[in-house]
């Protein structure tokens, strides 16, 4: 397969992986942790290869719910709030015996858009970071939607993984989705989409592309992914999207057996 993901992934030292709730969803709606057990085992290998990894994790939400078994009253604002409070303590729960089972630990970090617009904060932020990874701990980082309303929400985690990648200065952004990558239609209404290998003009592929609707698990579509590819590739940063849910996914990015979607600076 011609792809530039497995160099890039050679390169990296510090890769930062957002999962959505998609990939983190069962066909029951429940956290899947077979598929958490063995991403664990490959962060483990990446780990034990040289490389940090820091994590965003969507599904507080989505826990939440299969713990309650119910979705009363989910336009209340309030009652979101109250599921990711629930929510959280199921997910983190779940991510902490997957790492625990390959002797690495976990920490939890919970942000808003007002943390990365408040330069004290975004230094702390940072410290914790680099101090976590430099501890071997794997920092998961979500949106604190128990307290997020509109005004300090960043809205998706696509771009807060965007953010977290630049704060930390990543070498590579992961982004898994449910999709293998960017197509020019969307590959789930039309069966001969195609699948672009590479990105290095961005704004030039949003004109020639036909966007899909969202996933009812997830907040964020292709766009979200696109502003976040903008965002990480204007600070040198490239960025892999593929499907997280494929078989033992991060060891077959790196070795090229699995197919995605590189972004890039443009060529010079």
Known sequence: MDTLIPGLMADARKILIKIGSNT?????????????EEFARQCAALIKAGKQI?????????????????????????????????????????????????????????????DFGDSLRTLNMRNTLFTLVDEGIIPIINENDTV?????????????????????????????????????????????????????????????IRMGRA??????????????????????IPMILAHGGRPHALKALASGTQKGTAFLLPST
């Not at 989910?74 to 729960?93: F, P, R, S, T």
């Not at 985690?157 to 020019?184: E, H, K, P």
């Not at 766009?223 to 990480?232: H, I, Q, S, Y």
């Open 54 to 114: 820091l994590l965003v994790s969507s599904g507080a939400q989505v826990a939440g719910l299969a713990s309650l078994g119910k979705w009363a009253r989910k336009e209340d604002i309030h009652y979101k709030q109250a599921l990711c409070a629930v929510g959280q303590v199921e997910l983190m729960a779940a991510w902490g015996r997957a790492f625990a089972a390959r002797h690495l630990h976990i920490a939890q970090i919970l942000l808003t858009r007002d």
């Open 24 to 36: 983190l969803a069962g066909k029951d709606g429940r956290i899947n942790e077979g598929f958490l």
């Open 148 to 208: 997020s309303v509109e005004e300090i929400k960043i809205g998706d985690n696509d771009t807060l993984a965007a953010q977290s990648a630049v704060l930390w200065s990543a070498d590579l952004l992961i982004l898994f989705s449910d999709i293998d990558g960017l197509y020019r239609t969307n590959p789930k209404e039309d069966p001969q989409a195609e699948l672009i290998l590479e990105v290095r003009d961005i704004r030039a592929m949003r004109t020639q």
């Open 215 to 236: 996933n009812p698990f997830g907040t964020g579509g292709i766009a979200t992914k696109l502003d976040a590819a903008e965002r990480v590739v204007s600070f040198g």
